[in-house]
């Protein structure tokens, strides 16, 4: 016990201590400036009471949820799946190729790959384009649709980490089992659905807890490419605590709202945790 004692004792300072302190900030006025800043005084539940009769607030919990599911359940979760499985039957130079530019996008600073895709999904940008090019209308996405366009951003982004997750799981796999199925008749969906993905459970329910908790607090990417607008159209829980806490002062009501998010990153956690232990079991 005694040499975990350093590593226990940090972890109380950087990790359990701001926990601890935010908890207590959220029942308070606190504020960065007015009577909050110069007299903190506990409210009890009404920063929650607050956040809870707002519509700002419901509507950004509404467009997490919609960024969450679009990018990441079914987005990067999907695409990773299926760039994982090319990859695993394709050629060398066809694998070297598609895992350079998936991982290329990953590494990318944030900030850099919001000012790319900003380019991609402007009104003169390369997509609008490229439909004008076939003779489909093109729109503003930033603006007509906001939250589909910043949920494509971390799609493309994003991917790279479920790719590697599957496809170290499908490595894993016994080749003998799925020629066996091969056999027996089953065509490919056959063996997808009844042989691979029974096999790699696991490893799906851990990439969506992981994906999940990830995309539930992105915050770079959507503010560098929206800043949440137009209007409230793309402000995620993330952007709307910040613009809370920090834009409007109110330091309270902000860490209020990230105890909501923690609780809801706790939920779908715990969702997956069951499908994990029901797997084991």
């Not at 308070?28 to 009890?44: D, I």
């Not at 090319?86 to 130079?93: D, V, W």
């Not at 902000?254 to 706790?266: P, R």
């Amino acid at each position: 016990m005694l040499p975990l004692s350093p590593a226990i004792g940090l972890m109380l300072v950087f990790l359990a201590g701001p926990i601890i302190y935010c908890v207590y900030a959220a029942f308070t006025n606190m504020a960065l400036t007015g009577t909050g800043a110069a007299n903190v005084k506990f409210v009890g539940l009404d920063n929650f009471r607050k956040a809870f009769s707002s519509g700002a607030f419901t509507n950004s919990i509404w467009l997490t949820l919609v960024f969450t599911l679009i990018s990441a359940i079914i987005g990067q979760n999907t695409l990773g799946l299926g760039l994982a499985l090319l990859m695993r039957r394709s050629t060398k130079p066809v694998r070297n190729f598609v895992g350079t530019a998936v991982i290329g996008a990953w590494v990318l600073p944030e900030v850099v790959a919001a000012y790319l895709l900003s380019a991609f999904f402007n009104d003169d940008g390369t997509l609008n384009v490229m439909l004008h090019a076939v003779g489909l209308p093109g729109q503003d996405w930033l603006y007509g649709a906001p939250i589909i366009a910043v949920s494509l951003a971390n799609i493309w982004r994003g991917t790279a980490f479920s790719m590697l997750v599957y496809s170290a799981a499908l490595s894993e796999i016994p080749k003998e089992i799925e020629e066996s199925a091969e056999m027996d008749g089953a065509g490919g969906w056959r063996r997808l659905l009844f042989v691979t993905l029974p096999m790699i459970t696991r490893a799906v329910m851990t990439n969506l807890m992981l994906i999940t908790l990830q995309t539930l607090s992105v915050f770079g990417l959507i503010y560098a490419m929206t800043r949440g607008g137009p209007g409230t159209k793309s402000q995620t829980l993330p952007l709307y605590m910040y613009e809370q806490a920090f834009s409007f002062s109110q330091i309270g009501y902000g860490t209020a709202i990230a105890l909501v998010m923690l609780a809801i990153g706790a939920v779908f956690s715990l969702i997956y945790l069951r499908g994990l232990n029901s797997e084991a079991a």
